[in-house]
Every structure is written in structure tokens, then in C-alpha cells.
């Protein structure tokens, strides 16, 4: 089993910025790719960001692009998600997720997730 905790979120004005931390911990010899998602009241889980544990691929959602950096840090299996520029569209429950498959985008494809950490980005 994967064991993901999220940290780093809270109340930001809009144009500010946070950023979000996944430590994993466990069984993680499966996991192969990482990724962010974000859910607002009253919508459907969003894909935000993913980052593999190896090699230099990234992947943004339209919506983040330009203003979220996902990285990472292997030796203490930490996944970062750096957020510039908030907007209060922004505001939503964050959870980091772990993947043995390729596809990415869809929630469907990760097998373990976190708890998820609050943004609240106020105008």
C-alpha cells in the first residue's frame, strides 16, 4: 500500500501563491506516476498536474499551465505543486495521487490517493 500526505495549503489572496507537498511513503515500487487533482463543491474531480518518477516528462492541465510547476524530490519521495498567480477559480480540495498506469488525466487511473489540503484563494 502507497501512503500519500498532502501538506501546504490555506487562504491566499488572489495573485498570491502556495505551494502543496505530497510526501509518499509504503509500497511505493509501483508507483510510476504522480499527479495532482483538485474538487470544488459541487464539481467533478479535476486533473491538475502529473510528473513521473523518472525521466523529465510533465503534464498540465490547460486551466494551470503557465502558473502551477509540479516537481519532484526522489530521494525523500516528495511531489511539489508550485502555484503562482492564484484566482479564485483556484479554490478547491487538492489531492496528490499515485499511479501505475499511463493515463494520467483520468482519476480513474490512480489506485492510491491522500486526503487532499484545502486552497482557498479570496478576491
Known amino acids: 500500500q502507497v501512503r500519500l500526505v498532502e501538506s501546504g495549503g490555506g487562504l491566499v489572496q488572489a495573485g498570491g501563491s502556495l505551494r502543496l507537498s505530497c510526501v509518499a511513503s509504503?509500497?511505493?515500487?509501483?508507483?510510476?506516476?504522480m499527479g495532482w487533482f483538485r474538487q470544488a463543491p459541487g464539481k467533478e474531480r479535476e486533473f491538475v498536474a502529473a510528473?513521473?518518477?523518472?525521466?523529465?516528462?510533465?503534464y498540465y492541465a490547460d486551466s494551470v499551465k503557465g502558473r502551477f510547476t509540479i516537481s519532484r524530490n526522489n530521494a525523500k519521495k516528495t511531489v511539489y505543486l508550485q502555484m503562482n498567480r492564484l484566482e479564485p477559480e483556484d479554490t478547491a480540495k487538492y489531492y496528490c495521487?499515485?499511479?501505475?498506469?499511463?493515463?494520467?488525466?483520468?482519476?480513474?487511473?490512480?489506485?492510491?490517493w491522500g486526503r487532499g489540503t484545502q486552497v482557498t484563494v479570496s478576491s
Open positions: 510528473i513521473r518518477w523518472s525521466g523529465s516528462s510533465t
Open positions: 509504503g509500497r511505493t515500487f509501483d508507483s510510476f506516476i
Open positions: 495521487a499515485s499511479s501505475a498506469t499511463g493515463y494520467y488525466t483520468s482519476a480513474p487511473s490512480y489506485n492510491y
